[in-house]
RNA sequence: GUGGGUGUAGCUCAGUUGGUUAGAGCGUCGGACUGUGGCUCCGAAGGUCGCGGGUUCGAGCCCCGUUACCCACCCCA
């Protein structure tokens, strides 16, 4: 049988993991202070979840995504991303309550069909968070601030981010826009690539994405939406900005910024990093997407939120020379001098695992030596030394792993003093 | 889907113009006088040299194919 993982898939040893769980404490911590609750949706959603609420014409959905059928031939799909089934999940259950809005959180593995490479896989892992039921431009400033305070809570030193800041519009200008542009793609066809000449007819605010230098070149000059929002949606804009401003949050605007999800409305978001990430750059974006819920048939309803990748953060910290704490694996080694007195070490080590010490003995009768190397090398301070000579006594040696000094114990209540002197 | 790079012990890598028993460092295990660690020293275990063909008296080294991984394009977390 083949022992690998599937391609774009990786195992998350024990070092790795450790990141993982640390990187989601921090989040839970930081997200409960903002008010957010937590949220589990499926890993897989009908299929129709995401091509109607990411749009048909996005790389997500027209070539990434996992679709299958199950036995009773409901097409399924692998979630690519965490919006839409919370989105889905909140008109399911009702949890906007009316005139108010709920906050929400999740974390979990998400699944895209690409070709993997530095900071890009097949099943890569995302956090982040929806605030559902609000329009106002101050909840687009906490999101975004939620976001920075979390890259920040985890060690990413500030300066080695860049957080770009745009505005997609919404119904009332948007069309115009697109439409606008497409006729600019049209008249500098020839300059332009193939695929940008296609984004004419689907998506042509894409064609601002574009890395191909002549595009780049072409598109700089192409009319912003800047400049033709309606009236409402500059308003929010510079809204956002000034709740921004008030909190201190440095930002830079990115007329270009234009977020690969169909969904998206006014505020858009990105937040970028120079090193460690290859040729990607971005560990976490997000936008409003007030028309979204009234896509799955639910009442108009705003939103917004973010989605932070796991694996990226991770690379950029490792960038910043970010070191993950990890907590020694023994506070204390039981060591046994011979056979006689192993079931005694069994059992002290059972009784210090439960008055709250994390404990290790040996299981497989090695020599002492072995042993301390063993105790050393999990990082233990103490060293509970079980001997004949020590039973007979009544006691026990304790070994101060750091001064190497040594004293008697009494087994009679030895846990308590073992805590105390770790304490 | 396209292009480039790389596949030798658990990990990081050497392997000279093809030549006989494939090496190192780290890690693991054991030992350096009798119940004791971090340094040092000694030793041991551990390899279908990605896989399949071919050339050759002889291939880890050359050729072809294949596969896996990495990186890049596209796009995104």
């Given amino acids: 049988m083949n022992v690998r993982a599937p391609k774009g898939t990786a195992d998350m040893l024990p070092e790795v993991a450790r990141a993982w769980e640390y990187l989601t404490r921090t989040a839970q911590e930081l997200f409960a202070r903002y008010g957010y609750e937590p949220i589990y949706t499926p890993l897989f959603e009908h299929t129709e979840v995401f091509t109607r609420g990411i749009g048909e014409a996005t790389d997500i959905v027209s070539k990434e995504m996992y679709t299958f059928t199950d036995r009773s031939d409901r097409s399924l799909t692998l979630r690519p991303e965490g919006t839409a089934s919370v989105v889905r999940s909140a008109l399911e259950h009702s949890l906007v309550p009316q005139g108010s809005y709920v906050k929400l959180y999740y974390a979990g593995p998400m699944f895209r069909y690409e070709r993997p490479q530095k900071g890009r896989m097949r099943q890569f892992w995302q956090i982040g968070i929806e605030c559902l039921g609000a329009a106002e431009p101050s909840v687009d400033a906490e999101v975004i601030a939620v976001l920075i305070r979390f890259f920040e809570a985890v060690g990413i030193p500030l300066e080695n981010m860049r957080l770009l800041i745009n505005s997609m519009g919404d119904e009332t200008c948007r069309p115009a826009y697109r439409e606008t542009v497409a006729t600019f793609i049209r008249d500098h066809g020839e300059a332009l690539c193939e695929e940008c000449n296609r984004r004419a007819e689907t998506n042509p605010l894409r064609a601002f994405d574009c890395k191909n230098p002549g595009c780049v070149e072409v598109m700089a000059e192409a009319p912003l939406f800047r400049d033709e929002l309606c009236d409402e949606c500059a308003d929010h804009y510079e809204a956002v900005k000034e709740y921004l401003d008030g909190l201190g949050i440095t930002y830079e605007e990115d007329p270009k910024l234009v ?36 896509q799955y048939g639910g009442k108009p309803t705003p939103g917004l939120g973010f989605a932070l990748g796991f694996e990226r953060t991770l690379l950029a910290l490792e960038a910043a020379g970010v070191e993950i704490p990890a907590p020694p694996l023994a506070e204390v080694y039981v060591a046994r001098v011979d056979e006689s007195v192993s079931g005694m070490a069994f059992g002290f080590t059972s009784a210090l695992r439960e008055t709250g010490i994390a404990a290790e003995m040996d299981h497989q009768a090695r020599s002492l030596k072995a042993q301390f190397k063993q105790a050393d090398r999990l990082g233990a301070r103490l060293t509970v030394i079980v001997g004949p000579d020590e039973l007979d006594a009544g006691e026990v040696t304790v070994r101060d792993m750091g001064t190497k000094e040594e004293v008697r114990v009494p087994i009679e209540g030895m846990a308590g003093r073992i805590a105390a002197l770790l304490a």
């Fill in 259 to 294: 977020r690969g999800l169909d969904y998206y409305t006014r505020t858009v978001f990105e937040v970028q990093v120079d090193a460690g990430l290859g040729s990607q750059n971005a560990i976490g974006g997000g936008g409003r997407y007030d028309r979204l819920m009234e």
